[in-house]
């Protein structure tokens, strides 16, 4: 009986003890218990929020199969672009890496309208695809040999650029063409376009039309050709026409006549292209009256040459005396 009473009397002292820390300074352990509850609170209801979000996923193509011959699909994008929704802190995190999005052309042939699947992740709800339906078509894959051309683009456009031709030779010299057989029909070169402004040994091939064309889905193996520059230079040959000072002697009366009122003169389109006429210079002239043949000369600028030589005839006689002035 005595041991049954000390049990109650400490059992009572024990809860006495834990009111009294209990009720110390309460009124601060009240307000850390309901901040608690307030903080569980926010979290809990973040978590269940739903929330809409967009993402781009890229687009798997299940090629078409049973086929002998190689296809060409088109029509097709890369990407589609999904809406989905479910809880935000799920939501903020997604990753396209996540979506499984599918277009399945194994039993298409021809023309097609395919629908496209995307497995989303798991708790995650999919609102939307777009696009949903996929219009395109799968045609044969044709083949040919096609010769290469260069185009040179050249923009540099000052006068010394018409002064050099250009060559290239290019590696291979045809290339095997690959592509729908409409397209390929088409095709009738490979051409290489070449900046004659930069220092390039490789250029690009595209497939053109009897047009000029390009055709973006004709494709080329190799895509690129080994190409090597060469420059010629060009010279012209411009008729100038011949300026004949006015002669003046002290004594002599003097009559001139040139062999012919133009020139021939050769060299390069950027000096030829800056000369309008040409200014004649006379040699030395007899100071006796006579009829004379004589050789002019002829001033070019350098780079610039004479194709043929002028010749003037000169007559020279006496002035007449002047009448003397009337009383």
């Not at 109650?8 to 009240?30: H, I, M, P, T």
């Not at 277009?103 to 939307?128: A, M």
């Not at 490789?202 to 190409?227: C, F, H, M, W």
């Not at 004379?292 to 600028?301: D, R």
Request: charged letters at 20%; glycine letters at 4%; aromatic letters at 4%.
């Amino acid at each position: 009986m005595t041991a049954v009473r000390g049990f109650g009397q400490g059992l009572k002292g024990l809860f006495q003890n834990l009111w009294q820390r209990l009720s110390y300074n309460w009124n601060a352990k009240l307000g850390s218990a309901l901040l608690a509850i307030l903080l569980w609170s926010m979290i809990s209801s973040s978590q269940s929020l739903t929330t809409q979000r967009a993402l781009t996923v890229n687009l798997n193509v299940l090629e078409p199969q049973g086929l002998a011959v190689k296809t060409i699909t088109t029509g097709v994008p890369e990407t589609v672009e999904v809406l989905v929704s479910g809880p935000s802190n799920r939501i903020n995190s997604l990753k396209a890496e996540q979506f499984d999005a599918f277009l399945d052309l194994r039993d298409s042939r021809g023309e097609f309208k395919e629908t496209v699947y995307v497995i989303p992740p798991q708790g995650i709800n999919l609102q939307r695809i777009m696009p949903r339906d996929i219009i395109g078509k799968i045609t044969l894959v044709e083949r040919s040999v096609l010769p290469v051309h260069v185009s040179f683009l050249e923009l540099d456009v000052s006068e010394e650029s018409d002064d050099v031709l250009h060559h290239a030779a290019v590696s291979p010299k045809s290339l095997q063409a690959e592509g729908p057989a409409s397209d390929i029909s088409q095709a009738v070169a490979a051409v290489a376009y070449i900046d004659l402004n930069k220092a390039e040994s490789k250029a690009r091939v595209y497939a053109l039309n009897q047009q000029g064309i390009i055709l973006p889905n004709v494709q080329l193996t190799p895509s690129e050709v080994d190409i090597s520059l060469n420059q010629t230079p060009i010279y012209m040959i411009k008729t100038i026409p011949l300026i004949m000072p006015r002669l003046t002697l002290p004594n002599l009366d003097a009559e001139v006549s040139l062999s012919q009122t133009s020139v021939q003169v050769l060299g390069k389109n950027s000096i030829l292209s800056r000369i309008k006429t040409l200014p004649v210079a006379l040699p030395n002239l007899p100071q006796e009256a006579g009829s004379y043949e004589l050789k002019l000369n002829i001033s070019l600028p350098e780079g610039a040459e004479l194709r043929e030589e002028v010749y003037a005839t000169i007559n020279l006689r006496p002035k007449n005396p002047s009448p003397s002035p009337q009383p």
